[in-house]
């Protein structure tokens, strides 16, 4: 009973873990967090090559992430305050498509927040609206690409958090009459 609750609990944190990423939230944190806490508690789960992978994705998606977003837009030749504004637009986007539009909403939500938050800061800048449109669609491109790799990473934690926990589960077999 304990490897089938285990397992149930595995495969929602699995579940859950995408959409919290989809949502600007640390759903890759819960799910290595999550297979580390499964490989203590349990040696059937403690594959130190398979925990060594999933901390190198884990390590690889969140710094994809946080580079592209920051050194992305900043080779626009845009001061750091800027940088810190269009990731601030990105993320107060992300929450306001999350109540438009759930999952979904949140990632387009993202997208136009560091648009939006680019235009404005190079329209104030430069009084160019060319500059401006040109800079916004940079910040949607680099926005998208970084929450890309962050989710692609995701998708592999949690595949490999699932199948990690439910290989350990035996469905007993009906009786033949």
Known sequence: MQVLTTSILAVLLALLGPLLTIFDLPGNTMMMIARVSFA?????YMDLNSLAIAAVIYVAGESWEFFVSLFGIKKEKVSWGAVFLIALGGFIGACIGTGILPILGSFLGGLAGAAAAAFLYEY???RN???AKGLAWKAAKVRFLAMSGKLAASFCLSYMLASAIT???TIPSLPVF
Do not use: G, T
């Open 40 to 44: 203590i508690l349990d040696e059937r």
């Open 167 to 169: 290989k350990h589960i």
């Open 129 to 131: 609206i060319e500059n």
């Open 124 to 126: 104030n800048h430069s």
